[in-house]
């Protein structure tokens, strides 16, 4: 069985700061992707990043980085140099062996002019 | 290339009728996968077909139903609605053969706009 745990269900940060959503997991498969995804209001949800258990160098993709503790079981994510479009819930989510993710409860991140 | 197309956006039904929703992947995905979010629940897997099999199967009862036809085009079906039926239901497309060195998945699943469904 696969958990994610998100425990900020809500987050504020300044336009133009950084902010780190934090994500926990933990699983059974000796090999695990790492997703995170975003959720405007609109409702669709838009791939960020990804992380394989193997990789030794955490994922960057533009302004998110994937800041992955494999002995911790974290992958938070960093946003640099937040906008205001960053505004949205954030999800992490995790696939092992199956092509099915199990996804964490979100958090909502807002960002503030 | 199109992204995931779903259809219809909303959709309000009545206890006990029954609904279809249709997903049209990503050109050249084979796989689609089904979500169903609710406030209460989130993210829950329903499942997954490829190649018009379905591969796997979360825990929901089988009043939900899906199918995939030969062009990757899916269906979900959900007959004798409840109340706690109404939610977002996600399609997600994504292709064959990603998967990495470990055998773990790592191509994103990419996500269509959703379909609201309202039960009353």
Redesign the interface.
Known sequence: AQKITQTQPGMFVQEKEAVTLDCTYDTS?????L?W?KQPS??????LI?Q???DQQNATEGRYSLNFQKARKSANLVISASQLGDSAMY?C?M????????????TQLTVLP | KAGVTQTPRYLIKTRGQQVTLSCSPISGHRSVSWYQQTPGQGLQFLFEYFSETQRNKGNFPGRFSGRQFSNSRSEMNVSTLELGDSALYLCASSGAGDRSSDGSYNSPLHFGNGTRLTVT
């Not at chain 1, 609109?42 to 791939?47: A, H, N």
């Not at chain 1, 696939?95 to 979100?106: M, Y």
């Open positions: 498969d000796p090999s695990y992707g997703f995804y609109s409702g669709e949800m838009i791939f990804y394989g258990s193997y999800f989510a696939a092992g062996s199956a092509r099915q993710l199990t996804f964490g409860s979100g």
